[in-house]
């Protein structure tokens, strides 16, 4: 005896019927697209982390979790984390504050504020291989414009070539780069803020720093995260000016996990590990973006 | 009597079959002689008097590849910006079409793997760096020796023969000789370079307060070159240089081959197997840099640096030639082919005042690394690709080609045939650094030093092993936390042997 059909659940055909609907088909070509440039090579990263491509690069063979085993033992790979963090932490920390800054200044400025934004986001539009070239050109030790003020003032250090000077050197070339991002994306807040509280703050006869403190920046809090989150993973992802000024020197000094990967990969092509070091990077990535938008939403 | 009539029959037919077998044999021979020996004739090139001309068997239609695409990937080098700047001449002779991509060896090094990776041939003809492309990938070359022995290809002029000898093993072979990969193309060595107008201001006073003349000169010992530096640098004010010496020190693979130099010259190696430099191995075996030669030489390199101009360790060759040309430094260790860069009064204000000799010597004798590469064809190829992209390396590699490179104003790297050094305006050039053909070929300038450094005596290969890439990395890696001061020297050694065996399962 049939077992009776329970109420409202769809039989077999019922749900490929549902499935092939005319929406579904004309979304397939795009999941398609999608499937193929984000979704298989994502699944063959994880494959590639499992295999050994050192001995044969066209024919990997099974390591196993060697590759994850790695990427906990090495200690380069701590090492580069760890320049990695001071690089990050330090630059979005001055990016902010002069980002954030600039557009304040910007907002209550009285004109000229097109100008201004025009040029200051000029950095923007430069490829991060010639913000590296202009760094290297201005702090070069035989003919560096900045190199040769800092000689004139007695200073005869070589910029790149020193530990202590050359992580410092790549954060200021990524800030002069990308605060004008931080600038462009809070300024654009600021003006969209409704003008209400602020004008009835100033009936109230609320100082400038009160404005800000209480209107303003609570307001703008989550513009701001959002410029933070986007800098946070694109300085993650971003080695070329390191490339081109230190190559990740001296002494390992500015070597940001980017570019260990990069060396992995392409110089040494070992990309079962570097397989592994990216997906740790995205690991990374994933769990910043999440603690950015809990930030962002925590304070509702 | 039926009996007798097969016996009859079956000695004919033996006999027959014999006497055809002879035949057989002797027409396969016959047939097989003349195109084996078959006459060649000059191909349709420009023809120099006293070099060997570009050959093909007689009726060899150098137009049967026309409409093939090449694509040639090379490390952008004086050489290939010259072929580029001269490939009409290839591609009316033979009707190919070639594409050359030129970008620095790192890129070129992950498009090349990838290329092979993918086993796909995107690239013909491959820039094969020994190191970096050739030991770890051999197998996916095409063995040159047959396409050189196939009767029916043209020949390389002059034959293997008229290649630099070392080079052409460096170059070409990997792991043994049965296998041609590559064919001897660019010849960079690193010799040093100084200036003659600070030597002569220096001379008579050093003289009296040393006891040795400071020219650098090919019996100079890296102790008295570390004594010049020291004086220059007490003397810069009134010489008119900042710092004696300048090195490439960058964290960088020139910072390998600057100190390579030094460990060589003091006796050591890299490795317990010393024959690695030639043709390579798989496994290099287990390190030597624990060796009390090996400790001294990392010693010496530390004291030198600390002595040399600070923008040494911010420094590869190319910053190095730029702060040499700029009047910076008085002395440096750098590739010969730099010379040009030297004597271009556009590009250098010490034009006119810098000469060559070969590195100092060490305790054992003067190691000067090559860094040379050759051109090899990628096994991925169709048949047809394979045999228009020997036509390209033939003529890419003749010595007519070569001395076009060398006299090209794009190019100027110097030649890797024996041939070419005996033609009439490169063997004046060479002897007369003022004359017309020098200053033609400004890069003979640094021709005398660069012969003397190719010498088994003086000329240097660092091991050629398919783990080179990270076995650079850590050398290079290890020796610029030593310059930064975070570790002595015998740590130094130490942590590069334990680094390097432990990769290497030794």
């Known amino acids: ?300 | 009597m039926k009996k007798k009539l097969f016996a009859i029959l079956s000695c004919l037919v033996i006999l027959t079959l014999v006497l055809a077998g002879c035949g057989g044999e002797k027409a396969k021979d016959t047939a097989k002689e003349p195109a084996a020996q078959g006459k060649l004739v000059d191909g349709p090139f420009k023809k120099v008097e006293g070099l060997p001309a570009i050959q093909a068997p007689e009726g060899f239609d150098w137009k049967q590849f026309a409409g093939v695409e090449l694509n040639v990937i090379s490390e952008n080098t004086p050489p290939s910006s010259a072929i580029a700047a001269n490939i009409k001449e290839f591609e009316e002779a033979t009707g190919i079409k070639v594409n050359i991509q030129q970008m620095d060896l790192g890129t070129l090094v992950q498009k090349v793997g990838l290329d092979f990776g993918a086993g796909s041939s995107k690239y013909h003809v491959i820039y094969a760096d020994p190191y970096q492309v050739l030991a770890k990938y051999s197998s996916k070359f095409v063995d040159l020796n047959e396409l050189e022995k196939d009767p029916t290809l043209p020949k390389i002029p002059g034959g293997l023969e008229d290649f630099i000898q070392s080079q052409l093993e460096i170059d070409g072979y990997m792991g043994s000789k049965d296998k041609l990969y590559a064919l001897p193309y660019d010849c960079p060595t690193m010799v040093l370079a100084y200036r003659t107008d600070v030597m002569a201001k220096i001379k008579e006073n050093f003289l009296k307060e040393k006891g040795f003349d400071p020219t650098p000169n090919p019996n100079m010992t890296w102790e008295q070159y570390y004594q010049v530096a020291e004086y220059i640098n007490k003397h810069a004010a009134e010489l008119g240089v900042k710092y004696g010496t300048g090195h490439q020190a960058k964290q960088y693979d020139s910072l390998m081959c600057d100190f390579s130099n030094i460990l060589n010259a003091y006796g050591a190696d890299y490795f317990e197997n010393r024959d690695l430099g030639g043709i390579g191995a798989a496994n290099p075996g287990k390190t030597a840099l624990t060796t009390p030669e090996a400790i001294q030489a990392f010693e010496f390199y530390n004291k030198l640096l600390k002595i040399a101009h600070p923008g040494s360790k911010s420094w590869d060759w190319n910053g190095l030639a730029e702060a040499f040309a700029a009047g910076e430094v008085a002395m440096a260790p750098e590739w010969h082919e730099f010379a040009s860069m030297f004597e271009n009064p556009e590009k250098s204000k010490v034009a006119g005042k810098v000469a060559w000799t070969t590195l100092p010597k060490g305790p054992k004798r003067s190691a000067n690394i090559f860094g040379g590469t050759g051109i090899g064809i990628n096994a991925n190829a169709s048949e047809k690709e394979k045999k228009a992209a020997w036509l390209f390396l033939v003529w890419a590699t003749s010595p007519q080609t070569q001395l076009m490179i060398l006299e090209s104003p794009v190019g100027g790297a110097t030649p890797s045939r024996n041939s070419v050094y005996n033609v009439a305006s490169v063997k004046k050039a060479m002897e007369d650094p003022t004359s017309e053909e020098a200053k033609k070929m400004p890069n003979l300038t640094s021709m005398k030093a660069t012969l003397e450094a190719w010498k088994a005596e003086n000329a240097y290969g660092r091991p050629k092993v398919p783990q080179w890439p990270q076995i650079d990395t850590i050398v290079f890696t290890e020796l610029s936390k030593m310059l930064a001061g975070q570790q002595d020297p015998k740590t130094t050694a130490e942590s590069i042997s334990k680094q390097v065996d432990a990769l290497t399962g030794n």
């Open chain 1, 1 to 300: 005896m049939p077992q009776p059909q329970p109420k409202g659940a769809p039989s077999a055909g019922g749900r490929l019927a549902r499935f092939f609907t005319t929406e579904n088909m004309m979304l397939a070509p795009a999941m398609l697209v999608l499937a193929s440039v984000s979704i298989f090579p994502f699944l063959y990263l994880i494959y590639a982390s499992l295999m050994d491509f050192s001995l044969a690069i066209d024919n990997p063979t099974f390591a196993g979790f060697r590759n994850w085993l790695r990427l906990v033992k090495d200690p380069l790979i701590f090492q580069s984390w760890k320049v990695t963090i001071v690089y990050a932490v330090t630059g979005l920390g001055l990016e902010l504050i002069l980002g954030v800054g600039i557009a304040l200044l910007l907002y209550a400025a009285p004109w000229g504020r097109n100008l201004f934004v025009t040029l200051w986001m000029l950095p923007i539009f430069v490829a991060p291989v010639v913000a590296g070239l202009l760094g290297w050109f201005l702090l070069n030790s035989s003919y560096g414009l900045y190199a040769w003020v800092l000689q004139q003032f007695g200073v005869h250090t070589d910029i790149f070539g020193t530990v202590a000077t050359a992580l410092p050197a790549v954060i200021l070339i990524d800030v002069w780069e990308w605060t004008p991002l931080i600038t462009l994306i809070v300024l654009s807040g600021l003006q969209s803020l409704p003008t209400e509280p602020l004008e009835a703050a100033e009936v109230d006869g609320a100082t400038y720093w009160q404005k800000l403190r209480y209107i303003i920046l609570p307001l703008s809090f989550r513009i701001i995260v959002v410029a933070l989150l986007i800098r946070s993973m694109d300085i993650m992802r971003f080695i070329d000016t390191i490339f081109i000024t230190t190559a990740g020197g001296p002494a390992d000094s500015t070597k940001i996990i980017g570019l260990r990967l990069f060396d992995v990969a392409f110089r040494f092509m070992d990309i079962g590990f570097a397989a592994a070091i990216g997906l740790s990077m995205l690991v990374v990535t994933i769990f910043l973006g999440k603690a950015f938008i809990r930030v962002m939403y925590g304070r509702e």
